[in-house]
């Protein structure tokens, strides 16, 4: 069964095309990923989803609604936690959960969720003293407060520090496990690999790479990756005309290679030895998402960079 269905979205701001004509679905239960640069049409999409933006052209569909004709009954069914949100100052956390609540018929006990998310002891602290983490947990505990069917997360973990990303995405994990379907936009690649079932990669106002993530780096980028350090602007032999080579690329005195298996791994060692290129913190690893990512949205190093 699918939750939302996308169709042909379209969305314009004056001369600027922000959604261009994206199609997918996301099916119920599923964690779904949307990644992709600033500007490549991720936030406008979700915004058209929520009942937020109306689309220009293009069909929409969540738990069966049309997010902008069908708000009123929507809303209920949905939990949002915004890219940027607020709330007064003086308002304390407690008085925040009680007001969210008031507006909902049935909610979760919230003890729970602010004892995973570790603001069971700010309860009486106002809005004003939290720091960018703390509102960014409160703000993911109020979407979650009315156990949606749908949970929106736009920047999940933006201001979080690793500990604070951990215990949220336990609690993502957890809020899937009670049957909520979760639509979540990110920069993190580590943080859609770690979460999705699927992900969709946007660039430049469309989708250009919809699958899961372990799929999308076995067949963008290969299943290893060797990396090396090696001197600016030294010359490099040709490698990406080895069999089972996916990608080469240079990043910050690195060279970057993806390779299919041990074999061409060898070869590429091989190669590198042969033109005397100078070795130094060679590594091999498993291949990655934020690899299949930069390749997709248009960094790897071409043939004629080589």
């Not at 009670?178 to 990110?186: A, D, P």
């Not at 060797?226 to 690195?254: F, K």
Request: proline residues 6%.
């Amino acid at each position: 069964m699918n939750v939302v269905e996308v169709a042909e979205l379209r969305k314009t701001y004056g001369q600027v095309v922000a959604v261009a004509g994206v199609s997918f679905t996301v099916q119920d239960g599923e964690i779904f990923g949307i990644v992709g640069p600033n500007g490549a049409g991720k936030t406008t999409t979700i915004e058209c989803l929520e009942g937020f933006r109306r689309p220009d052209a293009g069909t929409v569909r969540v738990l069966g609604h049309d997010p902008w004709r069908e708000r009123r009954r929507l809303a209920p069914q949905i939990g949002v936690q915004l890219q940027e949100s607020a709330l007064p100052d003086r308002l304390r956390i407690g008085e925040a959960i009680a007001l969210f609540a008031s507006l909902y018929p049935k909610t979760l006990d919230p003890h729970p969720l602010l004892e995973q998310l570790g603001l069971s002891q700010q309860l009486r602290t106002p809005v004003a003293k939290l720091s960018g983490g703390q509102k960014q947990r409160l703000f993911l505990l109020l979407a979650l407060l009315h156990d949606p069917r749908l949970l929106f997360l736009d920047e999940l973990s933006t201001g979080l520090d690793p500990h604070g990303r951990r215990a949220v995405w336990q609690l993502v994990r957890a809020t899937r496990a009670r049957g909520t379907t979760i639509l979540l936009s990110t920069h993190l690649m580590d943080e859609a690999e770690e979460l999705c079932d699927r992900v969709a990669v946007f660039h430049q106002g469309r989708i250009v790479a919809l699958d899961t993530p372990s799929r999308l780096i076995a067949r963008i980028v290969g299943s290893l990756r060797v990396s090396v350090r090696i001197p600016e602007g030294a010359p490099l032999p040709p490698l990406q005309s080895l069999p089972g080579v996916r990608q080469v690329r240079r990043e910050d005195g690195t060279l970057v290679v993806h390779a299919d298996d041990d074999r061409t791994v060898a070869a590429v060692v091989h190669l590198l030895v042969e033109h005397r290129v100078p070795l130094r913190e060679l590594r091999v690893s498993s291949g990655r998402l934020e690899d299949a990512y930069l390749a997709l949205t248009g960094t790897a190093v071409t043939r004629e960079e080589q």
